[in-house]
């Protein structure tokens, strides 16, 4: 049964870097093909993807995020860790970790999401 | 750029329900996939590689198309069914991956 669960701050100043952790289980990040993505939603709003990282250590960014995002993987603990920096009002949403079964895959297993507000 | 229309589908109980989703340039099916969201749940797949069920989806959900048009139809809508659907693009980078989304509603 393949698990992820989100955690990190639920408020983070502007300006500030924001640090989230995807702990997961029921797979590996040292299977072939796998991988783990983040997306976000803002409140009321559509999904959009951020990044995502393979077992092989691949790593995918949002264009319009990349100067921004630092995606990593600790395949010891289970867990993938996305890093944002300079945070803004307008990152405030749900941000939400999700298992790629391949690459190019769907994301078929999700988690429950977190609620991150940007607000001084 | 994946765009969905229309943005709000009524419909009642027992109806058919069409959803499209528009690429602004060719995507393989094999990248094509369909979520559900229900307000305050994560999104849920239901349809990967433009028409293959994902597990424990019922056979009311199908999905169709090819190259830059594709379509998400639910044969009779049950009460479940009233959510918002995403479509979203695994092969490219470039623009919004995700949809807008169709929110289907209780007419």
């Known amino acids: 049964q393949i698990t992820l669960k989100e955690s990190g701050p639920t408020l983070v100043r502007p300006t500030q870097t924001l640090t989230l952790t995807c702990t997961f289980s029921g797979f590996s990040l040292n299977t072939s093909g796998v991988g783990v993505g983040w997306m976000r939603q803002p409140p009321g709003k559509a999904l959009e993807w951020c990044a995502l990282?393979?077992?092989?250590?691949?790593?995918r960014y949002s264009p319009t995020l990349r100067s921004r995002l630092t995606i990593t993987k600790d395949t010891s603990k289970n867990q993938v860790v996305l890093r944002m920096t300079n945070m803004d009002p307008v990152d405030t949403a749900t941000y939400y970790c999700?298992?790629?079964?391949?690459?190019?895959?769907?994301?078929?297993?999700w988690g429950q999401g977190t609620l991150v507000t940007v607000s001084s | 750029v994946m765009t969905q229309s229309p943005g709000t589908l009524s419909l009642s109980p027992g109806e058919r329900a069409t959803l499209s989703c528009r690429a602004s340039?060719?995507?393989?099916?094999?990248?094509l996939a369909w979520y559900q969201q229900k307000p305050g749940q994560a999104p849920r797949l239901l349809i990967y590689?433009?028409?293959s069920r994902a597990t424990g989806i019922p056979d009311r959900f199908s999905g169709s198309g090819s190259g830059t048009d594709f379509t998400l139809t639910i044969s009779r809508l049950e009460p479940e069914d009233f959510a918002v659907y995403y479509c979203?693009?695994?092969?490219?980078?470039?623009?919004?991956?995700f949809g807008q989304g169709t929110k289907v509603e209780i007419k």
């Open positions: 979203h693009q695994s092969g490219s980078l470039v623009g919004r991956t």
């Open positions: 340039q060719s995507v393989s099916s094999s990248y």
């Open positions: 999700a298992h790629r079964p391949y690459r190019k895959g769907p994301y078929d297993y």
């Open positions: 590689a433009a028409s």
């Open positions: 990282i393979y077992w092989d250590d691949e790593k």
